[in-house]
């Protein structure tokens, strides 16, 4: 469909909008001065998510700076939480803190608040009325397995330790949990779709801690919950999932989960994914976020590999993971100038 008015959501759908389009995860960041400049503003991150005039604004900065063909929604995974009943606050240098973390309380404990959510609404409806129209608008949640990591440790961990030993100890209440997340993200997405995004990303940013069998249980099983809840209510709304470090199960992630497009790390060979990978499935990526950092023939390099190994089918430019906080503006504007080219 040459001339597609969204081109990002034209290959979500499987079709070919004649261009490539591009956008980058967390692209609306610490990257960008206007990003720092309003965060100092507000006083912290939360005030910033949770205020809709200043999150609408972050989640346009970078559409208005570089024309991304896509906007994604300024929030955070741990909303989800938090509307569950958690505390949260983040800590300057250290993070976010979940309170009571799981672990060593119970889930019927918690007090859902799902008004906690009315704001993020609020957002994407200020974002909706703003953006191009030539701009796909993207929501998205952490998927459960991911989210429920925070949740049990109240915090983040390199090896997700407490929430791996948990599922072990005691698996019927991490389904409980599992599936406490699973209900309210499904919620979650659908308030963002009736406030007005066109797609939907689901976070799996620890899929890679599991081992095959809990991949399936804890990442596959929940995230095909979603997609299929969420369908039943917005069959024509593309869902794109991404287990970040699936490795070499992304193949059952793409077969069984349901989502319409497969985010790639920059793990993954590209050219492996197109061999493997159902055909026509749209997806998303690769791109080394070290590789944007480094900038000149480097990148030139990388880019060209990416497009060259899955050329025919439905693609969209992106990082492998979320943009690192001292990428250089410049060599963002030479990778859309690589890709426009």
């Known amino acids: 469909m040459p001339g597609s008015p969204k081109p990002l959501l034209t290959v979500l759908n499987g079709g070919n909008p004649g261009i490539l389009p591009i956008w980058l995860m967390r692209q609306a960041g610490r ?7 309003l965060r100092a503003d507000k006083g912290g991150f939360l005030e910033l998510v949770y205020d809709g005039d200043a999150a609408a604004e972050v989640t346009l900065q970078p559409i208005r700076r570089f024309g991304f063909d896509g906007a994604i929604l300024f929030s955070d995974i741990l909303i989800v939480p938090h509307a569950l009943g958690q505390d949260l ?3 300057a240098g250290e993070g976010p803190r979940l309170s009571p973390p799981l672990v060593d309380h119970a889930l019927a404990a918690l007090q859902a608040v799902p008004e906690r959510l009315d704001a ?10 703003a953006l191009p129209p030539e701009t796909t608008f993207l929501g ?26 948990y599922a072990y100890r005691d698996p019927v209440a ?28 689901l976070f799996d940013s620890w899929a890679g801690s599991l081992s095959p069998a809990q991949f399936e249980d804890w990442v596959i099983a929940p995230n095909a919950a979603i997609v299929s809840a969420f369908k039943a209510r917005h069959p024509d709304v593309p869902v794109i999932g991404f287990p970040k470090g699936a490795g070499g199960k992304l193949g059952a992630y793409a077969r069984e989960v ?15 994914a197109n061999r493997e990978l159902p055909a026509g499935l749209p997806v998303q990526g690769n791109l080394d976020p070290l590789a944007l950092i480094a900038g000149g023939p480097a990148l030139e390099t990388a880019v060209s590999r990416i497009i060259s190994a899955l050329n025919g089918r439905p693609h969209v430019f992106n990082l492998g993971h979320g943009i690192l906080p001292d990428t250089p503006i410049a060599h963002v504007e030479q990778l859309i100038r690589l890709i426009r080219g």
Do not use: C, H
């Open 258 to 272: 349901g989502a319409d497009a497969i985010g790639l790390d920059e793990t993954v060979d590209p050219a492996w």
């Open 120 to 129: 993020v609404y609020r957002t994407v409806d200020k974002v909706k009325r």
């Open 140 to 165: 998205f949640a952490g998927s459960p397995w991911t989210v429920a990591t925070y949740m049990i440790a109240g915090q983040g961990s390199k090896e997700q330790a407490a929430a791996r030993r």
């Open 174 to 201: 991490f389904a409980e949990i599992i599936d406490a997340v699973v209900a309210m993200t499904v919620d979650y997405l659908s308030g963002q779709v009736r406030a007005g995004v066109e797609a939907v990303q």
């Open 89 to 91: 606050v983040f800590e």
């Open 31 to 37: 990257y960008l001065p206007e990003y720092r400049a």
